[in-house]
Nanobody
Framework: QSQLMESGGGSVQTGGSLRLSCAASGFTGSRNCVAWFRQVPGNEREAVAAVYTSGGSTVFADSVKGRFTISLDNARNTVYLQMNNLQPEDTATYYC??????????????????WGQGTQVTVSS
């Protein structure tokens, strides 16, 4: 059974940092995408960044470019989202999602069949 488990959320002040972790289990093959999405109540889920397990990553959200970095530790089957210089508008529930048998990582959430439970990030001013 394929599973994703997020951790690392919390509350920080403006300018602070957090690192989110997404531990994956039960996935096989190399053409997989693991992405981070975020959602504020009442808004659509927004793609933040994605990493391709065969190599390569992309940051989707212009608002986080230069501040957020996605990385993959294959030995630990874990994807990280390092978030620096956090701003109040980064406050959201962050979700880890995975898609298999992909050639590129999509930004559309319906294309990701596997989801974690979410972790809350709150940035106060």
């Amino acid at each position: 059974q394929s599973q994703l488990m997020e951790s690392g959320g919390g509350s920080v002040q403006t300018g602070g940092s957090l690192r989110l972790s997404c531990a994956a289990s039960g996935f096989t093959g190399s053409r997989n995408c693991v992405a981070w999405f975020r959602q504020v109540p009442g808004n659509e889920r927004e793609a933040v960044a994605a990493v391709y397990t065969s190599g390569g990553s992309t940051v989707f959200a212009d608002s986080v470019k230069g501040r957020f970095t996605i990385s993959l530790d294959n030995a630990r089957n874990t994807v990280y989202l390092q978030m620096n210089n956090l701003q109040p508008e980064d406050t959201a529930t962050y979700y880890c999602a995975a898609a298999t048998l992909r050639f590129t990582c999509p930004r559309d959430s319906p294309l990701y069949p596997y989801w974690g439970q979410g972790t809350q990030v709150t940035v106060s001013s």
